[in-house]
């Protein structure tokens, strides 16, 4: 006689699943309230209409707010399907999936982290990770930087032997500049085949772009990249990046140089100190700093940018520091940058005191470049990662011995993608 068995994580998983329908079920509630407008998903829907009419990429605004196209030709290239479904609908599939990614990024996640697989963790993270604001702001423009993530974190994750490495990352670097920063990171810890695969993959895309809209690549790559200002008002508490700090400190809405000088010494340190992690055997922190590095040092880094605080809790709950896991989930949940006055420039007028509330993500982003050095540079030689259980399977991230490793490789104020 057969018996069947019921494991002890049966009633997380049904507690998990019901906690992800009530949170799925706010949310739907929430959009349909407030109506929300998702003006980013608007603008790459105009920028597929924009490749299939043949009409300037870059010539066009949308939305109340005179949105422009921003990404290179190769996004609107792929943008071009959003065009076969109404608005109505293509905002529903944007929303739905947005979440199928999240919850891909939760999984890949903890497997980043070298966490067990436990059915539950996925569910009740995605259930949680709804909240979190950039996650929130991600669904509430209909953006895609779970996607972009998620494309990063799992090429990144592959043994380093897998065919094609890096091919995942140079596609997301076509679609948006701002990973092609994982690709320096990658030099220097020696991961050459890797990175020559991501720059060849990312040359692909420019040559596709070229190659199906001429006139507008030549626009770009020689003029729009090079506008910041097109892509939003940097000062903005919206600005979450280096750049978005320094001027609302400076109540200066051009900081050039006195940006420009502390990102160059920014990236110098976030590098050396994703290198030396890396090298200590810490390779999942040296490759999260490198991510966190390239969000400070971006001229615009919006808050819904920061989705890398997913993976982020995942490791520090790997490695059981819960109590910091959870002053994590907290910062990236308070909003306190929208709980202060941002009308007009009131975002330049902000006292001492305000300022670390205006900016929290780069206040918190330095914070852990200086906490991951001096974490790595206490335990070099050692290789941190979490404790496994028996028979569970071996972290994707562990480094192998020589010769067989695996490594790892808001508002409408004129905001942009």
């Not at 479904?85 to 905002?91: A, D, E």
């Not at 590095?293 to 890398?308: E, F």
């Amino acid at each position: 006689m057969i018996h069947r068995t019921v494991t002890p994580r049966s009633p997380r998983v049904i507690a998990s699943g019901v906690l992800l329908l009530v949170s799925l079920a706010a949310l739907t509630a929430l959009c349909v309230t407030l109506r929300i407008p998702m003006a980013d998903t608007l603008v790459y829907r105009a920028e597929g209409a924009a490749v299939v009419g043949g009409t300037d990429l870059y010539g066009f605004t949308v939305t109340e707010w005179n949105l422009p196209a921003t990404y290179p030709p190769f996004a609107a290239i792929l943008f071009v399907p959003t065009t076969w479904l109404p608005i109505p609908l293509l905002k529903i599939a944007f929303v739905v999936g947005n979440v199928a990614l999240l919850a891909l990024l939760a999984h890949l996640s903890f497997r980043f982290a070298g966490m067990r697989s436990r059915p539950w963790l996925p569910l009740a993270a995605t259930a949680l990770g709804i909240w979190l604001e950039p996650v929130f702001q991600t669904l509430l423009f209909g953006q895609i930087n779970l996607a972009l993530a998620c494309l990063v974190l799992w090429d990144l994750g592959r043994p380093e032997g897998a065919v094609g490495k890096g091919f995942a990352l140079g596609i997301a670097a076509g679609i948006k500049l701002t990973p092609g920063f994982f690709v320096v990171y990658l030099l220097l810890i020696g991961r050459i085949r890797t990175a020559v695969t991501a720059t060849a993959s990312f040359i692909g895309t420019v040559l596709l772009g070229v190659l199906v809209l001429p006139g507008a690549s030549v626009d770009f790559w020689t003029r729009r990249m090079f506008e910041t200002a097109r892509v939003g008002k940097a000062w903005i508490v919206d600005n979450q990046s280096l750049q978005g700090f320094v001027a609302r400190v400076l109540r200066n809405e051009e900081p050039g140089l006195l940006w420009a000088a502390p990102a160059v010494l920014v990236a110098l340190l976030g590098l050396w100190v994703a290198r030396r992690a890396h090298r200590g055997g810490h390779t999942q922190w040296g490759l999260l700093t490198a991510a966190f590095t390239a969000l400070l040092i971006s001229p615009i880094s919006w808050s819904h940018h920061w989705v890398w605080c997913v993976p982020l809790g995942a490791l520090l709950l790997a490695e059981r520091r819960v109590w910091t896991a959870a002053f994590v989930a907290l910062l990236f949940t308070a909003r306190t940058h929208w709980l202060l006055p941002h009308d007009g420039k009131l975002d330049l007028q902000y006292p001492w005191w305000q300022q670390p509330l205006a900016s929290p993500y780069p206040v918190f982003g330095l914070a852990l470049l200086v906490w991951v050095a001096v974490r790595t540079g206490r335990t070099t030689g050692t290789v941190a990662l979490p404790t496994q259980r028996a028979g569970s399977a071996r972290p994707a991230f562990e480094d192998e011995p020589e010769g067989r490793s695996t490594d790892t490789e808001s508002t409408g104020r004129t905001r942009r993608t």
